[in-house]
Nanobody, 126 residues
Framework: QVQLVESGGGLVQAGASLRLSCAAS????????MGWFRQAPGKEREFVAA????????YYADSVKGRFTISRNNFKNTVYLQMNSLKPEDTAVYYC???????????????????WGQGTQVTVSS
């Protein structure tokens, strides 16, 4: 079992960049496909990006494709989300999780995410 801690959020202006980190406080991320998710106020938590345990494969939600990049360093037991060209609609609490099932899906329920941390707040002002 893995338990995760997210960091790196903040308040930025539209067009700026942020890099989020997701470190394992218990267990190791190297055995898992990993994902980033976000939850905006009043909305359901949604899929953002995922990376395979082997680093070879990634995929993204359409809303962030071309702007966000997911990566990982298994030696550092950490997963990253580089966010460029941020928009006000990217404002949300961002979470990472291990993705257990249905690789390739963008539906949170189908991915069976586990190991949620407390999240990190990203606020983008216009």
């Amino acid at each position: 079992q893995v338990q995760l801690v997210e960091s790196g959020g903040g308040l930025v202006q539209a067009g700026a960049s942020l890099r989020l980190s997701c470190a394992a406080s218990e267990g190791t991320v190297s055995s898992y496909n990993m994902g980033w998710f976000r939850q905006a106020p009043g909305k359901e938590r949604e899929f953002v990006a995922a990376i395979s345990w082997s680093i070879a494969n990634t995929y993204y939600a359409d809303s962030v494709k071309g702007r966000f990049t997911i990566s990982r360093n298994n030696f550092k037991n950490t997963v990253y989300l580089q966010m460029n060209s941020l928009k006000p609609e990217d404002t949300a609490v961002y979470y990472c999780a291990a993705v257990k099932t249905n690789w390739g899906s963008t539906r949170l329920a189908e991915l069976s995410p586990t190991g949620w941390g407390q999240g990190t707040q990203v606020t983008v002002s216009s």
